[in-house]
């Protein structure tokens, strides 16, 4: 029963985790809205409902239940690693935390956002090879047999699964302050990319159910990756699309008005 | 000088008409095929055990495009309207072009050589890839004539 207990502790921690990042979101605001202009209200919407994405796939009953059922745990994969990073993303914290941060420490932090190894591992490129490779690794080799028997490997994954979601995010669609930018085009490339490698993994994970998964189980959970990956990713293609539609606002028309 | 900017506004604004209608129509023909033929009718396989790995590849890669294209096209034909740019009739020319193109590549290279899923199991295919494939050469030659239609006289 230790790993019982251990795995109580461990859920009790983790929600004390989450509790106090949305209070620390909440504080950041007031302290924020005191100086600058009033954050805006979806922020703090997206910023809660991301923690709670993420609160839903690590603790509670479809976590307990992702341990036996691949379907369960590939919803929880999208919620981890997909969902909850975009709304993370969208609540702009970074943006939040330097508005609070006395000046001195704020300049601390952006000296970290411009260092090159930041550089590095927000570059799209860098952030889908180690977010879709990771996957690729995870559902096609004995870890994922691995994650169900150890509660270390598990929280190593699920901690490596939401922070590569995020930094994916963060590489492509740019609402905090990005230092080293990329072009629109270079963006889309890399996502096209992306979400083709997530696809054909899905469509593997159907043919090939990862070791210790159930055959039908594996089909349904490929099958959600697949659409699910769609549909959510859909956010990310309209942010960015959107994104380039604001930044290229004409200064002329085709067709002068005189 | 006036002239040679207008000219070359249209020259570029013309192939940005079908550029967009291309995308938005390799998209809208792969959410149909998504939407009819996978969903609605389930003649369609999400895996066939025959798939090639190339395939798998090539599939993934197309889904993921049609997905982006969609979308993307869309923001481009906002953006021409935007720029008071837009020529309908070359648009269409675009989407019809881009929809028989995907059509034909879907119905030939990925439906019989990488063998990515047929268009119907457990009954006599080959009536089914010949309309296919007739429809993606008919709606390739509407768009074909759209732009011909459209297409930049370089005299006046």
């Known amino acids: ?258 | 000088m006036e002239r040679a900017k207008e000219a070359e506004n249209r020259v570029t604004y013309a192939s940005r008409n079908l550029g967009s209608g291309f995308l938005f129509g390799v998209g809208l023909i792969a959410f149909i095929d998504e939407s009819v033929f996978h969903q609605l009718l389930r003649w369609h396989h999400f895996y066939d055990k025959s798939t090639t790995d190339i395939g798998l590849i090539s599939d993934g890669l197309f889904h993921a495009f049609s997905w982006f294209a969609t979308i993307g096209g869309l923001f481009l034909f906002a953006d021409l309207r935007r720029r008071n740019a837009l020529r309908i009739k070359r648009w269409w020319g675009g989407v019809f072009l881009g929809a028989g193109a995907f059509q034909l590549y879907d119905g030939t290279i990925q439906h019989k050589i990488m063998r990515i899923h047929q268009i119907r199991y457990d009954v006599n295919v080959l009536p089914y890839d010949f309309i296919w494939i007739a429809v993606a050469i008919v709606i390739i030659l509407i768009g074909v004539v759209l732009l011909y239609q459209t297409r930049e006289k370089t005299h006046e």
Request: glycine share 8%; aromatic share 12%; charged share 10%.
């Open chain 1, 1 to 258: 029963m230790s790993s019982y207990i251990g795995g109580w502790i461990l859920e009790e921690f983790l929600l004390c985790i989450f509790i106090s990042l949305i209070i620390g979101y909440g504080y950041a605001v007031k302290r924020s809205n005191q100086t600058y202009r009033k954050w805006p209200l979806y922020r703090v919407v997206c910023w809660i409902l991301g923690v709670i994405c993420i609160a839903i796939s690590v603790i509670g009953p479809i976590a307990q239940a992702s341990h036996e059922n691949f379907i369960w745990h590939m919803a929880g994969h999208l919620l981890l690693g997909m969902l909850g990073p975009i709304f993370l993303a969208v609540a702009a914290p970074m943006t939040l935390l330097l508005r609070i941060l006395p000046v001195q420490a704020a300049r601390r932090v952006t000296r970290v956002l411009r260092s090159r190894i930041l550089r590095f591992y927000t570059n799209p490129l860098v952030a889908t090879i180690i977010n879709i490779g990771g996957l690729w690794i995870l559902y096609t080799s004995p870890i994922y047999e691995m994650m169900l028997h150890s509660t270390i490997i598990h929280v190593l994954i699920h901690l490596h699964v939401f922070f590569v979601g995020y930094l994916f995010t963060i590489s492509l669609i740019y609402i905090d302050p990005v230092p080293h930018q990329v072009s629109f085009l270079n963006r889309t490339i890399v996502f096209v990319i992306a979400l083709a490698g997530h696809g054909i993994l899905s469509k593997y994970i159907y043919a090939t159910p990862p070791n210790g998964v159930d055959p039908l189980q594996a089909k349904i959970g490929g099958m959600l990756m697949y659409y699910g990956g769609d549909a959510i990713d859909l956010i990310i293609i309209i942010i960015l699309f959107y994104q380039w539609y604001t930044s290229t606002r004409p200064r002329t028309t085709a067709v002068s008005i005189t």
